[in-house]
């Protein structure tokens, strides 16, 4: 009965070094498994304590067939468990049901949809070819994957493709390099289709070591983001880079129930790196990759514009300062203006703001785990130097003295516009 005690600890294991030993106990063990349609065996390759087990080596009991791979089983869908003594198939104990009951209340991933509409992608027909037509015909697509090993030796698992109506989940591990050859490689080569891909590397390290294929044409919403606050904090760097979570959260403004699984996905991830190697793949599983790309679209023109608020800003500076002909009469085109110089005054005043509300690591990064919020949104300083700025160009007014009361005058609704470009944005005080 010493197996059956080792399962019955290990189903209410919290993390310990005992518990651990308990798990290594009961690899490499063979087991028969009865489901609600089936009965398998194989060996025990993984139980985890968020109620799944991996088995290698696994038949099907009534026809012999062999599944490639490894198999993943929820602990809601296990009848029963006996273990097996030898390769001969003899039973050590008497059958029990109550094996493994407690993976039948709870497991960790919600096998809610979250209403994302996903085409799984699997074989070479039917679903294939119209799919890779429907995506040759986007201008703009997100992409995501999830490979199986280590760092620079990842084996591509699953490729995701998002359009602006429909996820396609492209099963790499069982299409193989035909998926790639017959259509995957001109879209993921098309220099007229951009791809949105957050943190490209590792995508296209995968394609080009496995496939010979080169990404291009890729906007990175990392890259983006890690740019955006390089510009916001007037030319710091950041420790570390923000996750796809945090990156959403900030700039899209996703609640935290949007976002959970996405935080579920990346803990799976981590505690079981082979899930994605397994096949059948569950359909929780399925959804939590489509919900990984599907913000992507919409994150890139969120990101775009605010990139781009200096240089509109700037560009307004220029169209409204032609109003007032007499302040630039004299002056040659080729000087550069006086609104382009305020830009050197508006980096300075960032990064104040930015030394005021981060802490400096030993390299001369900001920490942004150390970011302290103030009960402004904005940087008083910079908003008066871009506001100081543009009321000037609207009113007609001199060049504004430090010394001298800004006069108000402006349409409301323009100065919240201006306000609006200046990119001490709000996401920074979310932290």
Not at 11 to 28: G, H, Q
Not at 131 to 137: D, F, G, L, S, T
Not at 272 to 285: M, N
Request: net charge neutral; glycine share 4%.
């Amino acid at each position: 009965m010493r197996n059956f005690h080792l399962i019955d600890r290990l189903i209410n294991m919290a993390s310990s070094s005992e518990e651990c030993r308990f798990l290594d106990d009961l690899r490499k063990k063979r087991v028969k498994i009865s489901l609600s349609e089936t009965q398998i065996t194989g060996v025990i390759q993984r139980i985890h304590p968020k109620k799944t087990v991996i088995l290698e080596d696994v038949s099907e009991v009534k026809s012999g067939r062999k599944f490639p791979g490894v198999k993943l089983i929820f602990g809601h869908e296990i009848v029963k468990v006996d273990f097996i003594s030898s390769a001969n198939g003899d039973l050590v104990h008497e059958e029990h049901k109550s094996e493994f009951s407690s993976f039948r209340r709870k497991i960790i991933l919600d096998a809610d949809e979250h209403d994302i509409k996903y085409v799984v992608i699997d074989e070479l027909h039917e679903k294939f070819g119209p799919a890779v037509m429907h995506i040759k015909e986007q201008k703009v697509i997100g992409i995501g994957a999830d490979v199986f090993g280590q760092t620079a030796q990842e084996r591509l698992c699953w490729l995701q493709v998002a359009t602006k109506k429909v996820v396609y989940l492209f099963d790499i591990l069982l299409l193989g390099g035909q998926a790639i050859k017959n259509g995957l490689s001109m879209i993921m080569e098309n220099p007229h289709i951009l791809k949105v891909v957050h943190d490209c590397r590792c995508v296209a390290r995968c394609l080009r070591a496995e496939f010979k294929v080169n990404l291009t044409n890729v906007f990175d919403t990392q890259v983006a983001d890690l740019m955006l606050f390089y510009s916001e904090t007037g030319g710091f760097l950041p420790d570390r880079v923000s996750s796809l979570q945090e990156v959403l959260r900030l700039h899209l403004k996703l609640s935290t129930s949007d976002l959970l699984p996405l935080w579920s996905k990346e803990l799976h991830t981590k505690e079981c790196p082979e899930v994605w190697y397994i096949r059948p793949c569950p359909p929780a599983l399925m959804s939590l990759m489509a919900v990984s790309v599907r913000h992507l679209l919409p994150l890139r023109l969120l990101l775009l514009d605010a990139l781009m608020s200096d240089y509109t800003v700037l560009v307004d500076a220029y169209m409204s300062s032609y109003q007032n002909q007499s302040l630039h009469f004299d002056q040659d085109e080729s000087t550069l203006p006086k609104e382009a110089e305020e830009l050197l005054s508006v980096r300075r005043e960032r990064q104040e703001w930015a030394a005021c509300h981060y802490s400096l690591t030993d390299r001369g990064l900001l920490d942004r785990s150390s970011f302290k919020p103030s009960p402004h949104v904005l940087c008083p300083n910079a908003a008066q130097y871009w506001l100081t700025l543009f009321m000037r160009v609207m009113l007609m007014q001199e060049p504004p003295n430090n010394d001298r009361p800004i006069q108000n005058k402006g349409d409301a609704k323009f100065e919240r516009r201006i306000l609006g470009h200046v990119v001490f944005s709000s996401q920074l005080e979310l932290e």
